[in-house]
């Protein structure tokens, strides 16, 4: 069993729709962090959480700690979003543990 | 202020050969992590180095080793390369390691051919 665990893995939408994707983990956390990663492969930091809700632009990330879980969510999605979005964590022990990502395509 | 910067950003080795790869971390960022992202897989972690001493080292052969040098630079070396090898090689620094504060490298494409 995976330390971070995303759904969904694909998710195709259309401009403008409100797009959620979820990460559950099973470690204790110091922090959590959602990751935008597009081809070629370069990985930009969206967030760093470790409780409540942070918003930048168009994008939101929540974390509830009791529940081991967080969202991150786009709205009025567009074509520019088209990316796979890593929903990590950073442990206690000073490890890193990675979701396998979700690969998000928005259509015009 | 740079950012994260790798090096070389992609390259080519035979099975069998030994790699090193570079990664300089932001100014005043004294942790440095290492990452292999195989194709269509999310990151694994391979390493943590914070102030010069290994802090973390996740499921990876003694093949794969680090190293991090006084100005906070590190090395990543993989020895006897096999096909397998081939993948991005993320490295990712923080003021400290302790889960926060992360910037990534835009990484580093190895070839094992």
């Known amino acids: 069993k995976n330390e971070v665990e995303q759904s969904p893995q694909n998710l195709t939408a259309q401009e403008g729709e409100f797009i959620t994707i979820n990460c559950s983990y099973s470690v204790g956390i110091s922090a959590l962090h959602w990751l935008q990663q597009h081809p070629g492969g370069g990985i930009v930091s969206l967030f760093m959480?470790?409780?409540g809700k942070k918003k930048h632009g168009r994008l939101i990330a929540t974390i509830n700690i009791q529940e081991k879980h967080s969202s991150l969510h786009i709205t009025a999605s567009h074509p520019r979003d088209s990316a796979v979005y890593i929903c990590a964590v950073g442990n206690t022990g000073n490890q890193f543990y990675f979701g396998t990502g979700t690969s998000l395509t928005v259509i015009p | 202020d740079a950012g994260v910067t790798q090096s070389p950003t992609h390259l080519i080795k035979t099975r069998g050969q030994h790699v090193t790869l570079r990664c300089s971390p932001i100014s005043g960022h004294k942790s440095v992590s290492w990452y292999q992202q195989v194709l269509g897989q999310g990151p694994q972690f391979i390493f943590q180095?914070?102030?010069?001493?290994?802090?973390g080292r996740g499921n990876f052969p003694d093949r794969f080793s680090a190293r991090q040098f006084p100005n906070y630079s590190s090395e990543l070396n993989v020895n006897a390369l096999l096909l397998g090898d081939s993948a991005l090689y993320l490295c990712a620094s923080s003021p400290t390691g302790q889960g926060y504060g992360y910037t990534f490298g835009s990484g580093t494409r190895l070839t094992v051919v």
């Open positions: 180095y914070y102030e010069k001493e290994e802090r």
């Open positions: 959480l470790s409780s």
